[in-house]
């Protein structure tokens, strides 16, 4: 028993290092865009190219890794997403012309979609459903810690060597986490009466399920509606109080750890409350502080409000995610990767949405928008989709 329960804690290590990884590569990439382009002769207009290569690759080829995963084996996708967003990583450090640093960031991409939904995938595997709202927070904690740590940890680096290092450091945190992947067993959860090729099949099966595709839209919604005001969030500063860049980035530090600390704590107070409870008081939170942040003339209230948004934030997002984990178990893996994608859509949509509402309005109805998309997504939560506990009292009832 002491050895499972150490190579538990070992893998739930492993995977929030995992994660870690993944969330900073993406994030370190965006303060890094300048130098970048401006070594690789080209316009700083097509910067941005580099981190939607790396987030729409990950959103179209993650469904098919977490598919692949509930087939082969966990273990046999992890490494080997390890093993290509480590070389990927140390290859965008070394590229020399722009379009070679996309062909690195599109690699860099499929790497991370190999690994962070399987990640949640192994979680669901080792965790009962009682107890996996504790790991699932630490897993996300770890995705939001990079942000916060990430950022001026690459930012230090770029400035005292170079932009290539940050990535060769990332790259070579990444070949360590191969090795110590081997002293961890993970549980072969697959199936081997379905054929690796029929993808596309499961896929579709799994998204034929009412609850699952509720729940998806969900994700698409929450993560969406924080991203749209999310992205803005430097030109509303700066167009409401005229802060600086220095200062914006102080908010959004303590706006993050808020965050981690939502996610961490989230996870552990649905174990014991209940899932759907922690959802229902979080997404209510939510909807009102990122709508009434726009309200607001005062600065110290905004912050106030900013941390709420992004500690509550936090709290849903482990619960949510801990409740999506265990809608179809045989298919855990396709599932969570399809989360992962909804992720991303959601981000494109909302932020493509927020700016044309921002061209034509202003901040006050981007605020109300993502406020009514939360509300939606609690009534998916509480109405559309049924907790394992209810399940089984459904199940019960009928015996």
Same mark, same amino acid.
């Given at each position: 028993m002491l050895n499972k329960q150490t190579n538990k804690i070992k893998i739930l290590l492993m995977l929030a290092g995992c994660s870690f990884l993944v969330g900073f590569d993406l994030i370190v990439t965006i303060p890094l865009i300048p130098d970048m382009v401006n070594e690789v002769q080209m316009d700083i207009e097509l910067g941005g190219l580099l981190v939607t290569a790396y987030a729409v690759v990950y959103a179209v080829f993650s469904?098919?890794?977490?598919?692949?995963?509930?087939?082969?084996?966990?273990?046999?996708?992890?490494?080997?997403?390890?093993?290509?967003?480590?070389?990927?990583? $140390?290859l965008t450090g070394?590229?020399?012309?722009?379009? =070679?640093?996309? @062909?690195?960031?599109? +690699?860099?991409?499929? #790497? &991370? %979609?190999?690994?962070?939904?399987?990640?949640?995938?192994?979680?669901?595997?080792?965790?009962?459903?009682?107890?996996?709202?504790k790991a699932i927070g630490i897993v996300t904690g770890a995705l939001i810690a990079s942000s916060i740590i990430g950022v001026p940890i690459g930012g230090f680096v770029a400035e005292w060597l170079s932009w290539r290092w940050a990535f060769w450091l990332?790259?070579?945190?990444?070949?360590?986490?191969?090795?110590?992947?081997?002293?961890?067993?993970?549980?072969?959860?697959?199936?081997p009466n379905r054929e690796a090729t029929a993808v596309v099949t499961q896929i579709k099966q799994v998204f034929s399920v009412h609850s699952v595709f509720l729940a998806l839209l969900g994700t698409l919604l929450y993560y969406g509606a924080l991203q749209g005001m999310f992205a803005n969030t430097? $030109?509303?500063?700066?167009?409401?109080?005229?802060?600086? =860049?220095?200062? @914006?980035?102080?908010? +959004?530090?303590?706006? #993050? &750890? %808020?965050?981690?600390?939502?996610?961490?704590?989230?996870?552990?107070?649905?174990?014991?409350?209940?899932k759907k409870k922690v959802v229902f008081l979080a997404v209510i939170c939510v909807a009102i502080s990122v709508s009434m942040l726009a309200m607001v003339d005062s600065l110290p209230y905004v912050i106030a409000l900013h941390?709420?948004?992004?500690?509550?934030?936090?709290?849903?997002?482990?619960?949510?995610?801990?409740i999506i984990s265990e809608l179809e178990p045989n298919s855990r893996g396709t599932i969570m990767a399809l989360n992962s994608s909804a992720m991303y859509l959601g981000s494109g949509l909302f932020t493509i949405a927020a700016s044309f509402l921002l061209s034509a309005t202003?901040?006050?109805?981007?605020?109300?928008?993502?406020?009514?998309?939360?509300?939606?997504?609690?009534?998916?939560?509480?109405?559309?989709i049924k907790e394992k506990h209810e399940i089984s009292q459904v199940s019960s009832d009928i015996c």
């Open positions: 469904p098919i890794f977490g598919s692949l995963s509930d087939r082969v084996g966990r273990k046999k996708v992890f490494v080997s997403g390890l093993i290509v967003f480590s070389a990927a990583t $140390v070394i590229a020399s012309t722009f379009w =070679t640093l996309i @062909v690195f960031r599109v +690699l860099t991409g499929i #790497g &991370a %979609g190999m690994i962070e939904p399987v990640a949640f995938a192994i979680v669901g595997d080792h965790y009962s459903y009682e107890e996996r709202g990332i790259g070579l945190l990444s070949v360590l986490a191969l090795f110590m992947m081997k002293s961890v067993t993970v549980d072969q959860e697959k199936d430097g $030109v509303f500063y700066h167009l409401k109080f005229q802060l600086g =860049t220095g200062q @914006v980035g102080l908010i +959004l530090m303590f706006a #993050g &750890a %808020g965050s981690v600390l939502g996610s961490v704590l989230g996870g552990r107070i649905s174990d014991r409350a209940g941390v709420i948004w992004a500690s509550f934030y936090g709290v849903g997002q482990s619960a949510i995610t801990t202003n901040f006050f109805w981007l605020g109300i928008v993502c406020g009514v998309a939360n509300m939606v997504v609690l009534l998916i939560v509480i109405l559309g």
